[in-house]
């Protein structure tokens, strides 16, 4: 299996900008997990789906956020405008009938 | 909510050494699991465990559930163990996993 797919690997843009992220998730697998990697705020959930649905969103920032996973191969991150605090490397996990999460190689975003 | 607290948050070693970390809970948690971020970023699985002790390698854990610690062994240390070591939990019928702020590990030759 190839593992969580993610693409881009680096983004770079401006501020005001949306910006998309993307997440294919390992096949069979039907949890999908979005976290947020900083150095002052470490690792944060921002929205896990289940079975293509939105489980639990409670960690995504804000309305300029978010997320969606039209089928079980495929989900995006959008932020829309793009701020600096934006920043972070953006992860995407997945995780099959245990509870073990696999995780992409994540997306580095920098909002200049 | 539960609180992850890990220790140390920074450790160096010299190579062949033995360590270990450790991960504390405030609550009750039917997952916990331990991963190795490599100074690339990438972030791996090591261990599901719950309860219990699992070893893998020169890699052990134990879990004693109802102290609310896990612990995170590394034996015979090479340098490509540096990296970051997270410890996460999760309760209840809630997927999400909440994160410890990880320990610091550098290897030296």
């Known amino acids: 299996d190839a593992g969580v797919i993610q693409s881009p690997r680096h983004e770079v843009t401006e501020m005001g900008q949306e910006v998309t992220l993307r997440c294919k998730p390992i096949?069979?697998?039907?949890?999908l997990f979005w976290y947020r990697q900083t150095m002052m705020r470490g690792l944060e959930l921002l929205i896990y789906f289940n079975n293509n649905v939105p489980i639990d969103d409670s960690g995504m920032p804000e309305d300029r956020f978010s997320a969606k996973m039209p089928n079980a191969s495929f989900s995006t991150l959008k932020i829309q405008p793009s701020e600096p605090r934006d920043s972070a490397v953006y992860f995407c996990a997945s995780r099959g009938s245990t509870d073990t999460q696999y995780f992409g190689p994540g997306t580095r975003l920098t909002v200049l | 909510g539960i609180q992850v607290e890990q220790s140390p948050p920074d450790l160096i070693l010299q190579e062949g050494a033995n360590s270990t970390l450790r991960c504390n809970f405030s609550?009750?948690?039917?997952?916990l699991q331990w991963f190795h971020q490599n100074p690339w970023g990438q972030l791996i699985n090591l261990f599901y465990?719950?309860?219990?002790?699992k070893q893998n390698g020169r890699l052990s854990a134990t879990t004693v559930a109802t102290e609310r610690y896990s612990l995170l062994y590394i034996s015979s240390s090479q340098t490509t163990d540096s990296g970051v070591y997270f410890c996460?939990?999760?309760?209840?019928?809630?997927?999400?996993?909440?994160w410890g702020l990880g320990t610091s590990l550098a290897v030296n030759p």
């Open positions: 609550d009750s948690v039917n997952n």
């Open positions: 996460a939990v999760g309760a209840g019928n809630n997927r999400k996993l909440i």
């Open positions: 465990i719950p309860s219990g002790t």
């Open positions: 096949s069979g697998h039907d949890y």
